[in-house]
């Protein structure tokens, strides 16, 4: 059964609605955030022809200037 969330819930908020301690909660989302990072990096690099150093130089320019929600993710 997929239950969707609202962005901007905290992690209590998080772990209540799944039943699962604050810990488990922000350990799902920091691996969600990692996941996501992880998938951004391959996509650029092979859809943009980057090479790592590339990669990591954009990352940089943009770092801070893109808030990607896991919320919004999960209401999909």
Same mark, same amino acid.
């Given at each position: ?21 604050? $810990?488990?909660? =922000? /350990?799902?989302?920091? +691996? ?10 391959? @996509? ?11 990669? $990591?130089?954009? =990352? /940089?320019?943009?770092? +801070? ?10 209401? @999909?």
């Amino acid at each position: 059964m997929t239950r969707k969330l609202h962005p901007g819930l905290s992690i209590d908020v998080l772990g209540a609605h799944y039943q699962v301690g604050r $810990a488990t909660a =922000a /350990r799902w989302l920091a +691996g969600a955030r990692e996941a996501l990072r992880e998938f951004t990096r391959a @996509e650029l690099v092979a859809k943009l022809g980057l090479t790592e150093s590339q990669y $990591a130089s954009l =990352a /940089r320019l943009i770092q +801070g200037r893109l808030d990607v929600s896991v919320a919004s993710l999960l209401r @999909e």
